[in-house]
């Protein structure tokens, strides 16, 4: 059962056949260093999931058929399931002992802006709870809707508008319809001699919209940006009308109401167009890795080429932890030599911690900003390690998900977390966050491993990327919430953010007041009242 995308499996991360068994050698290797037997726990049947009975009135149903016709609203097993909850490792693990309780009452597929609108009309006037839903891959819980005080919950699927709608060539700007995912846009924009240069690590399967309304940053941020830096206008469709913002390449009129909707999660309304500043296509592109001594040295290295505007397209510096798993280099998780944590099972020799760089551009400025890069890098002693390690890392960047579920599958949880915090107080955020994971699964008297990198890196500061992998307790999703609240008090202390790109959803909620203080709070409240008055869209996201 895929549901109506046509590729992600219900139980895991996108496409069944992209699914392989974790080795018999990881295997065993994981037992040896957790000291603990890996025991198998694949999904439960389709027909053992638990859904809610449905509570959608008969005159609702109809009205909503009546905008969008019959084919296009969608009540059936697959369809609700599908669009159950995010990707997250406890939105996974709770579908895959059964329960899909958090399944919407219909799935509603629009085609334009217009049939939004009317969507959201009939939805106000029958009192439905309505989740704007793209890839579905949200990880911290954004798609999950609260009931209470609603007559039903719908999920409004967008992926029927994936239009590339118009290329101003001359201004390199586009218009995106939000359903277009990550590859589409790719291969739209390529026909025009184009690029985004926006690759998360959710880009095969997450849309233009979910981009937008979770701030996401790419792989390629140090080169190209985050998302948000490369919207120049949107178009909302909102309860009380239509929201157009952006007008000019920059403008002194107010303040940028673009900020209110790009990280919305579609709270405010739903993004039914996304106008983008693209660039042309590289005309070439080098990967590499490199090695170096300690995390924290590096960092102020990747620190140093920040502030001396020589920054690569691509920055990935791996701690020691993660260097060892394998994972600073595309391979999955294998084992550990310093901490009981990972070892790798295809290891680059040399230990400490391994960084990719990766150019794209102009032939010229990739060869300049290699050398130049690779001049500082040695300086600082750094061993060159050559293309082979970024050619993996490329090659496998987007298999993180699937290594996960493959843990899942032998009864490993796997789970990450991300901050950001300025150069100044990143060494205190990077040690005090681990610290507190590992103090939280000492309590539990679970060993575990904790991994972390850098891929995201500013003048001003960089984020923090952790990979957390133990064996599942009897109540894995109870002791991941123990370890994130941890966590997340941790990042707190230590002056970082709750979220660099993954967003709020219900999983960041409680702490949002705490980095965005109460006149905060009140003013996203604001304007929540004015623009969904009725409070229909995703309540509980951003707001309680």
Same mark, same amino acid.
């Given at each position: 059962?895929?549901g109506?995308?046509?590729?992600?499996v219900?139980?895991?991360w996108?496409?069944?056949?992209?699914h /392989?068994?974790l080795p018999?050698?990881?295997?065993? %290797?994981l037992?040896?260093?957790l000291g603990?037997a890996?025991?198998d726990?694949p999904?439960?049947?389709t027909d053992?999931?638990?859904?809610?009975v449905?509570?959608?009135?008969d005159d609702?149903?109809?009205?909503?058929v009546?905008?969008?016709?019959?084919?296009w609203v969608?009540?059936?097993r697959?369809?609700?399931v599908?669009?159950?909850?995010?990707r997250s /490792? +406890?939105?996974l %693990?709770?579908?895959?002992?059964?329960d899909?309780m958090d399944?919407?009452d219909a799935?509603?597929?629009?085609?334009?802006?217009?049939?939004v609108?009317?969507v !959201?009309?009939?939805c106000?006037r029958h009192?439905?709870?309505v989740?704007p839903?793209?890839?579905?891959?949200?990880v911290?819980?954004g798609?999950?809707?609260?009931r209470?005080?609603?007559?039903?919950?719908i999920? !409004?699927?967008?992926t029927?508008? =994936?239009?590339?709608?118009s290329?101003?060539?001359?201004s390199?700007?586009?218009?995106v319809?939000p359903?277009? *995912?990550?590859?589409a846009?790719?291969?739209g924009l390529?026909?025009?001699?184009? /690029?985004?240069?926006?690759l998360?690590?959710s880009?095969?399967?997450a849309?233009?919209?979910?981009f937008?309304?979770t701030r996401s940053s790419?792989q390629?941020?140090a080169?190209?940006?985050r998302?948000d830096?490369?919207?120049v206008?949107v178009?909302?469709a /909102?309860p009380?009308?239509?929201?157009?913002?952006?007008?000019?390449?920059?403008?002194?009129?107010?303040p940028?109401l673009?900020?209110?909707?790009l990280g919305?999660e579609?709270?405010?309304g739903v993004?039914?167009? &996304?106008?983008?500043?693209?660039?042309? *296509?590289?005309e070439?592109t080098?990967?590499e890795?490199w *090695?170096?001594?300690d995390?924290?040295?590096?960092a102020?290295v990747?620190r140093?080429?920040?502030?001396?505007d020589? !920054?690569?397209?691509? &920055? *990935?510096?791996s701690?020691?932890?993660?260097?060892?798993?394998g994972?600073?280099?595309g391979?999955p998780?294998?084992?550990?030599?310093?901490?009981?944590?990972?070892?790798?099972?295809?290891?680059?020799? $040399?230990?400490g911690?391994h960084l990719?760089?990766?150019?794209e551009?102009?032939a010229g400025?990739?060869?300049?900003?290699r050398s130049? &890069?690779g001049?500082? !890098?040695?300086?600082?002693?750094a061993?060159a390690?050559?293309r082979?390690?970024?050619? #993996?890392?490329?090659r496998?960047?987007?298999r993180g998900?699937y290594?996960?579920d493959a843990?899942l599958?032998?009864?490993m949880f796997?789970?990450?977390l991300e901050?950001?915090?300025?150069?100044?107080t990143?060494p205190?955020?990077?040690?005090?966050?681990?610290?507190?994971?590992?103090?939280?699964?000492?309590?539990?008297d679970?060993?575990? &491993?904790?991994?972390?990198?850098?891929?995201?890196?500013y003048?001003t $500061?960089?984020?923090?990327?952790? +990979?957390?992998?133990?064996?599942?307790?009897?109540e894995?999703?109870?002791s991941w $919430?123990?370890?994130?609240?941890a966590?997340?008090r941790?990042?707190?202390d230590? $002056?970082g953010?709750?979220?660099?790109?993954?967003a709020v959803?219900?999983d960041?909620?409680?702490?949002?007041a705490?980095?965005i203080?109460d006149?905060?709070?009140a003013?996203l409240?604001?304007?929540?009242d004015t623009l969904?008055p009725?409070g229909?869209? =995703?309540?509980?996201?951003l707001? #309680?």
């Amino acid at each position: 059962m895929t549901g109506v995308d046509g590729g992600m499996v219900w139980w895991g991360w996108g496409a069944a056949e992209a699914h /392989t068994p974790l080795p018999a050698g990881v295997r065993s %290797l994981l037992e040896q260093v957790l000291g603990t037997a890996c025991r198998d726990t694949p999904p439960v049947g389709t027909d053992a999931l638990r859904l809610p009975v449905g509570s959608l009135a008969d005159d609702a149903h109809a009205a909503l058929v009546g905008v969008l016709g019959p084919a296009w609203v969608r009540d059936d097993r697959a369809s609700l399931v599908r669009h159950c909850r995010g990707r997250s /490792t +406890t939105d996974l %693990l709770r579908l895959r002992a059964g329960d899909a309780m958090d399944a919407p009452d219909a799935v509603v597929l629009p085609a334009s802006h217009d049939e939004v609108h009317a969507v !959201l009309a009939v939805c106000g006037r029958h009192r439905l709870a309505v989740v704007p839903f793209g890839g579905g891959t949200s990880v911290v819980g954004g798609l999950v809707a609260v009931r209470a005080g609603f007559a039903g919950v719908i999920a !409004l699927d967008v992926t029927r508008m =994936n239009r590339l709608v118009s290329v101003d060539a001359k201004s390199q700007i586009v218009a995106v319809e939000p359903g277009v *995912r990550g590859p589409a846009l790719a291969a739209g924009l390529a026909t025009h001699g184009f /690029t985004l240069g926006h690759l998360p690590q959710s880009w095969e399967y997450a849309t233009v919209g979910g981009f937008a309304a979770t701030r996401s940053s790419g792989q390629a941020s140090a080169g190209h940006g985050r998302f948000d830096s490369m919207v120049v206008g949107v178009r909302v469709a /909102t309860p009380v009308g239509t929201w157009e913002l952006g007008r000019a390449p920059a403008s002194a009129a107010g303040p940028d109401l673009r900020e209110l909707v790009l990280g919305s999660e579609g709270a405010f309304g739903v993004i039914t167009q &996304v106008r983008l500043r693209v660039r042309p *296509r590289p005309e070439a592109t080098h990967y590499e890795g490199w *090695r170096l001594t300690d995390f924290t040295g590096a960092a102020d290295v990747l620190r140093t080429l920040a502030q001396r505007d020589l !920054l690569p397209t691509v &920055v *990935r510096l791996s701690d020691e932890v993660e260097t060892a798993a394998g994972l600073a280099g595309g391979s999955p998780v294998t084992a550990d030599p310093v901490t009981g944590g990972a070892v790798t099972a295809d290891p680059v020799p $040399g230990g400490g911690c391994h960084l990719i760089t990766g150019y794209e551009g102009r032939a010229g400025w990739v060869a300049a900003r290699r050398s130049e &890069v690779g001049e500082l !890098l040695r300086a600082a002693g750094a061993v060159a390690l050559g293309r082979d390690i970024g050619a #993996r890392w490329l090659r496998d960047r987007f298999r993180g998900p699937y290594l996960r579920d493959a843990l899942l599958d032998v009864g490993m949880f796997a789970e990450t977390l991300e901050t950001a915090g300025f150069w100044s107080t990143l060494p205190g955020l990077y040690t005090g966050v681990r610290d507190a994971i590992v103090a939280a699964l000492a309590v539990q008297d679970a060993p575990g &491993v904790v991994m972390c990198h850098i891929s995201h890196v500013y003048p001003t $500061g960089a984020s923090l990327y952790f +990979t957390v992998v133990y064996p599942q307790p009897g109540e894995p999703v109870a002791s991941w $919430g123990r370890v994130k609240a941890a966590a997340t008090r941790a990042v707190l202390d230590a $002056g970082g953010t709750i979220t660099h790109h993954h967003a709020v959803g219900t999983d960041h909620q409680p702490w949002l007041a705490a980095e965005i203080g109460d006149i905060g709070m009140a003013v996203l409240r604001s304007v929540k009242d004015t623009l969904d008055p009725a409070g229909i869209l =995703n309540p509980g996201i951003l707001l #309680r």
